[in-house]
């Protein structure tokens, strides 16, 4: 039977059970659950804070094992599905991800750009933001720099939402709520300014609806940018989230505006035909 966080105050005895749990469950997978200042999950030699490890989805009895593993081993080939459609990554490379989330696509970048590249990792939620910064420490991912931002078209102080799955955490302006946290919001031509952001190989933005404010602050790295890969969210809006997350069509517009060959997908996955794929036009 599985015991949950709040059953037990001894976190060393329950992340021994949970260990065991998990082995038996994936026969032959080098997995441990420990804590480390927060839960976290070692596959192999790879460390992924998981801050909620311990949450049970609705509905379920206990933790979904196999999606634990596949978490763990599935960012490298989720970078090349998702993100590298048309960008293949080279040693060297200079990567910047906006919306970064808990870091596994910083993984892939940060190993496929190699010791000589850079990945600019962008993540506005403190939690997210905090298993961030201990997945580079973890991994030694020496070539990854954690900003603790929200891009968007003009600086100020904003909220973001905390949704019980925290991929769909959104930002937005107005006042808090009792599940926001504060955040600073910062235009990325100004962070890239201060922060000595040049050459930008690869773009990649995932930030639940809110493109359609971060994008006119990205005007002049996007002049520099050679690919990008931008996600729509226009499938939450048909599941009557809200209208603010139908930005496709303006995410086109804006890409295609600043100078890039658009690309789309056509794939039976509900979320892949919204990634806006493109490519400096003439460059590549």
């Not at 005895?13 to 999950?41: H, K, N, Q």
């Not at 990854?144 to 019980?164: D, F």
């Amino acid at each position: 039977m599985w015991v949950t966080e709040t059953d037990s105050g001894d976190r060393a005895a329950l992340a021994r059970r949970a260990t065991e749990l998990a082995r038996a469950a994936m026969p032959g997978v080098d997995v441990e659950i420990l804590w480390d200042g927060m839960w976290m999950r070692r596959v192999g030699a790879d460390y992924f804070p998981d801050p909620d490890m311990f949450r049970l989805a609705a509905g379920s009895a206990e933790p979904n094992w196999e999606r634990w593993a596949g978490q763990a081993r599935k960012h490298l080939r989720d970078a090349e599905d998702y993100w590298f459609y048309l960008y293949k990554p080279r040693a060297g490379d200079a990567i910047v991800d906006i919306g970064a989330g808990r870091g596994e696509d910083v993984f892939a970048f940060s190993r496929a750009v190699g010791p000589a590249g850079r990945v600019w990792a962008i993540e506005p939620h403190p939690v997210s933001f905090a298993a961030l910064g201990r997945l580079c420490e973890l991994n030694r991912l020496a070539n990854v720099t954690p900003l603790n931002y929200a891009c968007m078209e003009r600086s100020g102080e904003l909220q973001i939402e905390t949704l019980p799955v925290w991929e769909s955490n959104y930002v937005r302006a107005g006042a808090p709520s009792a599940a926001s946290y504060a955040v600073k919001g910062m235009r990325f031509d100004d962070l890239a300014t201060e922060r000595g952001i040049q050459r930008i190989d690869f773009l990649k933005m995932n930030i639940e609806g809110a493109e359609r404010w971060a994008l006119p602050g990205c005007e002049k790295a996007l002049s520099r940018a050679r690919y990008v890969c931008i996600a729509a969210h226009d499938f939450r809006a048909a599941r009557g989230e809200g209208e603010e997350f139908r930005t496709l069509d303006f995410v086109k517009e804006f890409v295609a505006g600043a100078g890039f060959e658009i690309a789309m997908r056509e794939d039976p996955r509900y979320y892949v035909p919204y990634h806006v794929h493109g490519v400096r036009r003439g460059g590549g």
